[in-house]
């Protein structure tokens, strides 16, 4: 089972680069969310979505954009990278809220110079 | 504003050594709290999910209880072994269920030695 597949894994920018992150997920979950991690800061989300067609910010959104326009898929946009978007990018999705669990992806490393 | 602590923030054990993981959170009313396992370069797995109505859940050799009127939370693991090295994280989700809050400790970092 695929799970939560998120691409690319690793990449490198120059500052003022655009760039998208894809989450893709295979469970037909509603809910889906993208999280940055840092050193000594844990986990943060950035935006999620709680259906197709539907985003929300989270407590990092600026900087970032995100569009869900296929139930499977949660796109994570950086416009204009900046170095303090380094970081580890995490997309995760789960079914309607009363369960509540949250299923991750392995991950994207983003670093720019 | 919801605040999720974990200490210790690292341990390390001998194989065979029952442990506790700890988290609290400054306010009590939640909708859920999670275990999670993260490996080193991975994502996260989650381990046990307690509802707010929940006392504990139990997985294997592990325990997590939840006392909301404390705002606390413990992991429990028994008979530890090497493969249990991971960090461990908890969060939890706000009252309301929304999920856009879900707040996350900043981990314990676990190393059983053998």
């Known amino acids: 089972n695929a799970g939560v597949t998120q691409t690319p894994k690793f990449r490198v920018l120059k500052t003022g680069q655009s760039m998208t992150l894809l989450c893709a997920q295979d469970?037909?979950?509603?809910?889906m969310y993208w999280y940055r991690q840092d050193p000594g800061m844990g986990l943060r989300l950035i935006h999620y979505?709680?259906?197709?067609?539907?985003?929300a910010k989270g407590e990092v959104p600026d900087g970032y954009n995100v569009s869900r326009l296929k139930k499977q898929n949660f796109l994570l946009g950086l416009e204009s990278a900046a170095p303090s978007q380094t970081s580890v990018y995490f997309c995760?999705?789960?079914?309607?809220?009363?369960?509540?669990?949250?299923?991750f992806g392995e991950g994207s490393r983003l670093t720019v110079l | 504003k919801q605040e999720v602590t974990q200490i210790p923030a690292a341990l390390s054990v001998p194989e065979g050594e029952n442990l506790v993981l700890n988290c609290s959170f400054t306010?009590?009313?939640?909708?859920?709290l999670q275990w999670f396992r993260q490996d080193p370069g991975k994502g996260l797995t989650s381990l046990l999910l307690?509802?707010?109505?929940?006392r504990e859940q139990t997985s294997g050799r592990l325990n997590a209880s939840l006392d909301k009127s404390s705002g606390r939370s413990t992991l429990y693991i028994a008979a530890s072994q090497p493969g249990d090295s991971a960090t461990y994280l908890c969060?939890?989700?706000?009252?309301?269920?929304?999920?856009?809050?879900?707040?996350f400790g900043k981990g314990t970092k676990l190393s059983v030695k053998p």
């Open positions: 995760a999705s789960s079914p309607l809220r009363n369960t509540g669990e949250l299923f």
């Open positions: 969060a939890v989700t706000g009252a309301g269920g929304s999920q856009g809050n879900l707040i």
């Open positions: 469970m037909n979950h509603e809910y």
């Open positions: 307690i509802q707010s109505s929940q």
């Open positions: 979505s709680v259906g197709e067609g539907t985003t």
């Open positions: 306010d009590s009313a939640i909708y859920n």
